[in-house]
């Protein structure tokens, strides 16, 4: 018993010792944040405490739209001579813009026009071939008699429809490449619709 006593009191005193020492986490981290030696490596890590606040910082990506060289870097000019007069005149730059849009405008529609007439013509010949085998299979004598025929017929409906999603597959991936090229010349999804 005494020795139970002993080593409760004990363990009381431990505790209260390590609590009497014991930092907050803030302090904790304020003092490694003083301690902390610079790094070896040669990158240099940004933080809150150490971002640059009077230079200018150097941004990744497009140039602001109204920026002749821009415009150039991105092969959007005409000439030069558009150029410096995009410069020099904002309502030039912004009226050219425009004209830009518009005519990718334009490219757009017509290959969406090209997209949804090759859709309809596929999903009309997907149509009138599955009439023509709930016709051909739902009498039998009929299927006995032009087996050959219809044979040949499937044929012919299958190479066709093949060919048919072929321009349309072609036509789809020749609108992504358009809108990827808008895209790189500066045009953003909202100028295009």
């Known amino acids: 018993m005494k020795n139970m006593k002993h080593l409760a009191i004990g363990t009381l005193l431990l505790l209260g010792i ?10 904790s981290a304020r003092a490694a944040r003083k301690h902390k030696a610079e790094p070896t490596t040669a990158s240099h890590h940004y933080d809150n405490d150490n971002l ?7 941004v990744v ?7 002749a060289g821009a415009r150039q870097a991105s092969g959007n000019t005409n000439s030069a001579q558009a150029a410096n007069q995009a410069a020099g005149d904002p309502a030039a730059a912004a009226a050219e813009r425009q004209k830009t849009a ?10 969406k026009e090209k997209i949804d007439s090759l859709n309809h013509e596929l999903n009309l010949e997907q149509r ?4 023509r085998a709930a016709a051909m ?15 040949k017929e499937d044929t012919q409906y299958k190479s ?3 060919g048919k999603q072929k321009a349309l597959d072609a036509a789809r991936q020749e609108l992504d490449e ?10 953003v999804e909202k100028d295009k619709d």
């Open 18 to 27: 390590g609590a009497a020492t014991a930092q907050s986490l803030g302090d």
């Open 102 to 111: 518009d005519e990718w405008k334009k490219k757009f529609d017509k290959q």
């Open 178 to 187: 358009m809108q990827e090229q808008a895209r790189k010349a500066g045009i």
């Open 160 to 162: 066709s429809v093949d």
């Open 61 to 67: 990506g497009p140039p602001p739209p109204g920026d």
């Open 137 to 151: 299979y739902g009498d039998a004598g009929n299927r006995l008699r032009n087996a050959a025929q219809w044979d």
């Open 128 to 131: 009138e071939y599955r009439l």
């Open 52 to 58: 640059p606040t009077g230079e200018h910082l150097s």
